[in-house]
């Protein structure tokens, strides 16, 4: 069973960064699909970025395309997810997605195992 667990969130001003991180112990995450969606209150879990498992190719929203990053580190076996120039409408809960098919990543339905959530709020 994999358990991804989500750090980093935090309070951030608008237009400043803040970097999460999504680690899982007893399983290697590079076998997996890995995902980062992020919810508000009362709307649906949105997509925000996937890296594919073993190719490492990477897929982004439209909203954050150009300013959020997401990456691995296979040594500390993490994947972390790069915000820059952050805006108000970023604020959200954000969780790590891990998955064991083949497709890009984009539909939550997509992912077997779901961490907890970080909090990331942004003031303007």
């Known amino acids: 069973q994999l358990q991804p667990v989500e750090s980093g969130g935090g309070l951030v001003q608008a237009g400043g960064s803040l970097r999460l991180s999504c680690a899982a112990s007893g399983r290697t995450l590079t076998a997996y699909t890995m995902g980062w969606f992020r919810q508000d209150p009362g709307k649906e879990r949105e997509f925000v970025a996937s890296i594919m498992r073993f190719i490492d190719r990477t897929e982004y929203a439209d909203s954050v395309r150009g300013r959020f990053t997401i990456s691995r580190d296979n040594a500390k076996n993490t994947v972390y997810l790069q915000m820059n120039s952050l805006k108000a409408e970023d604020a959200a809960v954000y969780y790590c997605?891990?998955?064991?098919?083949?497709?890009?990543?984009?539909?939550?339905?997509?992912?077997?195992?779901w961490g907890q959530g970080t909090l990331v709020t942004v003031s303007s």
């Open positions: 997605a891990a998955s064991r098919g083949r497709g890009l990543g984009h539909t939550a339905v997509e992912y077997d195992y």
